[in-house]
T-cell receptor, first 112, second 115 residues
């Protein structure tokens, strides 16, 4: 039973345009959501998070939107840059033991 | 400051063997978690240790075990290796266990291939 789903395994975007990565979750009790970015041969790196009490969080070129009624979150990257090419994971922590449940990831490729 | 370090970086084993993977957390971090990432999937939680005590265990068989040392470094052991254990094993550290929003910092992983 996947608690966190990323239905797009890959996405290609022109440099300078907006990249939108999507994530759906099943448990309405989740109260925190995170996005991690992973380059080959490296571990995942924390990118941005959002609390369930908010519907938007922005950090530079990265914005995460949360739609609680739809149990959906999205990561917007604008403008997209070649260095953004990586695999992006959404994740939710299980409060109490720091277990992170990850989605399957979306491979983002920025085309110069 | 050094990040999370893991050793070895790559490992090849045969079925039935045993393997030990090592992780050193960021200085000052007391919590270490282990994840398994198979190709095409997201990382799957295996264990979390905090102050040398097991805090959480994922849905993995008893062939998987771990421990945390007084200096907060950790080892993951896998016995009786199966082909399906081939994966990237990630270690993550954080300051303290139990806070859902606390950032976890991942090491580069150990890539295990079981033949």
């Amino acid at each position: 039973d996947q608690q966190v789903k990323q239905n797009s395994p890959s996405l290609s975007v022109q440099e300078g345009r907006i990249s939108i990565l999507n994530c759906d979750y099943t448990n309405s009790m989740f109260d925190y959501f995170l996005w991690y970015k992973k380059y080959p041969a490296e571990g995942p790196t924390f990118l941005i998070s959002i609390s369930s009490i908010k519907d938007k969080n922005e950090d530079g070129r990265f914005t995460v939107f949360l739609n609680k009624s739809a149990k959906h979150l999205s990561l917007h990257i604008v403008p997209s840059q070649p260095g953004d090419s990586a695999v992006y994971f959404c994740a939710v922590p299980n409060f109490g033991n720091e277990k992170l449940t990850f989605g399957t990831g979306t491979r983002l490729t920025i085309i110069p | 400051d050094a990040g999370v370090t893991q050793s070895p970086t790559h490992l090849i084993k045969t079925r039935g063997q045993q393997v030990t993977l090592r992780c050193s957390p960021i200085s000052g971090h007391k919590s270490v978690s282990w994840y398994q990432q198979v190709l095409g999937q997201g990382p799957q939680f295996i264990f979390q240790y905090y102050e040398k005590e097991e805090r959480g265990r994922g849905n993995f068989p008893d062939r998987f075990s771990a421990r945390q040392f007084p200096n907060y470094s950790s080892e993951l052991n896998v016995n009786a290796l199966l082909l399906g254990d081939s994966a990237l094993y990630l270690c993550a550290s954080s300051l303290a266990g139990g806070t859902g929003g606390e950032t976890q910092y991942f090491g580069p992983g150990t890539r295990l291939l079981v033949l």
